[in-house]
């Protein structure tokens, strides 16, 4: 029963799309631009937020002792930080390795201004203390734990880039999840259009389909099957588009830009591919049915 | 078969489709129902399909009680009841048996069964020769028994017909009554709606005239006049 009642909501739902071939099309192809829209949105999304994790791990806080601080004082106050739950690691950096990571960074290619400091650290008391957090949202307010600290003389970090990149993340996801609803509810619509058009055109049918006992649920099934078969096409064909031309475009950026993989990287297509195909199959699938659904019942209804 | 208990439609503009009906029909029996437009012969047709719902009295029919049903038990009851209407209402993209096999198919009967059912039928009502033609291909009589092929191959206990002779020559609406008679004596009961007084009249069965929402007689042998 369930089985000749698939095998008649297949086959009628296909007829359906031939019958009405051009609204179908139209309705593939905004279908298609919908996801297209939504799998490049969710592609710039997914390197911006690698270029942001990229930026957050290099974004550490840097905490400095008092000079009379007691013997075991330093243990105290990394115990202390490491026993935040905001906070992801703490890594203790010694006044030599300070002197000779700003040595390299300073003083690179110009190794003869140095020659007064043979022998010497300027950097001496300036160990320290280097804070890596969870995520960068927590910045403000560890460093003002920091700096209430037993102990601590000073709290370095770079304000503007903790907190730019928090924002940024922020408005990020928001705009992209504006742009992805707005996207969501136009195909919703246009879904429903088409169904409402396959509705019309097969009026006279349903009619008589109910008055010689039809279920609803047997008159709703090709009009299921066709918003879904829609929603599939019209998401799987965004997805062969979106595989080529972000290898094209990330080839293409990688070979004239040079300079922009200094600060950024790039996501494998295949590491975005395996979540946007399950996603945009799920999603066409589901403006699909929806669409038609909502139509469909809205008809029977009446 | 079919009982009706003080029925009311009242419409809502507050128009009266009919008012205070009260009448029985015997399992097997033949009726025919008239009235001039208006009289109401629609809206008691449309309340026993179930497309409309009694303002105040019972209806019940082959044991569905119309106002305790629920609404998903309506398809059920449909299934009960074949209906023939006067435009034909045959799906024209469709072969003759197709259009027959489409009732078997809205009812999920398997297909080899539904091929016997289907060829049976269409030989009862004089087709079994025209399967592959199209409505179009077909006269208005041959298009209404058709229609008829299609109401009767679910085997249903009632046959409603509205208006079957309305778009036919005096010949074929005669054939096509014979047809329904026919029919009724194979135990199906058959109400038929018509504005034909002289079938009506010659054929002596049992009238049961509406005016104004009321039944205005009812009698067996019974005359169209009202």
């Known amino acids: ?302 | 078969m079919i009982t009706l208990q003080n029925v009311t439609k009242e419409y809502q503009k507050g128009s009266i489709g009919l008012y205070n009906v009260s009448l029985e029909v015997n399992k097997g029996e033949f009726a025919f129902i008239v009235g001039k437009s208006g009289s109401g012969k629609t809206t008691l047709i449309k309340l026993l399909l179930k497309e409309l719902e009694a303002t105040s009295g019972d209806i019940v029919v082959n044991g569905y009680h119309y106002q305790k049903m629920k609404r998903r038990q309506i398809p059920y009851l449909r299934r009960q009841i074949g209906v023939v209407f006067q435009d034909f209402r045959l799906l024209r993209d469709r072969s003759i048996y197709e259009n027959v096999a489409f009732a078997q198919q809205v009812i999920e009967v398997p297909k080899r069964a539904m091929k016997r059912q289907v060829q049976n039928v269409l030989e009862l009502v004089g087709l079994g020769n025209r399967l592959r033609a199209l409505p179009d291909e077909l006269s208005g009589g041959e298009q209404q028994r058709v229609a008829i092929a299609r109401a009767l191959v679910n085997h249903p206990a009632l046959l409603l017909a509205d208006e079957p002779t309305g778009n036919l020559d005096p010949q074929n609406a005669q054939e096509i009554m014979d047809l329904l008679v026919e029919i009724q004596k194979r135990g199906t009961t058959v109400i038929v709606v018509t504005h034909n007084k002289e079938i009506v009249n010659q054929m002596g069965k049992r009238v049961i005239a509406l005016n104004e929402g009321a039944i205005h007689h009812d009698e067996k042998g019974g005359t169209y006049d009202i």
């Not at chain 1, 095998?7 to 139209?26: D, M, P």
């Not at chain 1, 609803?216 to 064909?237: D, H, K, Q, T, Y």
């Not at chain 1, 195909?277 to 909502?294: H, K, Q, T």
Request: hydrophobic share 45%; net charge positive.
């Open chain 1, 1 to 302: 029963m369930i089985f000749r009642r698939l095998a008649y909501g297949f086959k009628e739902g296909l007829k359906n799309i031939f019958r009405n071939k051009i609204f179908s099309l139209a309705t593939v192809g905004t279908i298609m631009a919908c996801i297209f829209l939504l799998g490049v949105t969710f592609s710039v999304l997914l390197n911006v937020r690698a270029t942001v994790k990229q930026a957050e791990d290099s974004v550490t806080i840097s905490v400095f002792f008092d000079e009379k601080l007691p013997e075991g004082g330093k243990d105290a106050i990394g115990k202390k930080i490491k026993s935040y739950k905001e906070v992801q690691s703490v890594r203790y950096v010694s006044a030599e390795e300070a002197w000779a990571k700003y040595k390299k960074e300073v003083f690179k290619n110009n190794e003869d201004l140095l020659e007064g400091f043979e022998g010497k650290n300027p950097l001496n008391e300036s160990d320290s203390y280097e804070v890596m957090l969870k995520d960068v949202k927590y910045h403000g307010k560890m460093v003002k734990q920091f700096k209430g600290l037993d102990g601590v003389r000073k709290v370095e970090y770079a304000k503007g880039a903790a907190e730019g990149i928090s924002k940024a993340n922020l408005l990020g996801a928001y705009v992209a999840g504006a742009i992805i609803l707005i996207l969501l509810l136009v195909s919703v619509f246009l879904v429903s259009n088409t169904v409402s058009i396959g509705i019309a055109v097969r009026k006279e049918e349903i009619a008589i389909m109910r008055l010689i006992g039809a279920t609803n649920r047997f008159i709703r099934a090709p009009f299921i099957v066709e918003g879904a078969v829609i929603g599939i096409v019209g998401s799987l064909i965004p997805m062969g588009v979106i595989y080529i031309g972000y290898k094209v475009i990330v080839n293409y950026i990688i070979d004239k830009f040079h300079v922009l993989t200094n600060f950024m990287e790039f996501v494998p297509v295949n590491q975005i591919m395996i979540y946007l195909i399950p996603a945009s199959l799920l999603v066409g699938l589901g403006i699909g049915c929806l669409g038609s659904s909502f139509t469909i019942r809205k008809y029977l209804r009446v």
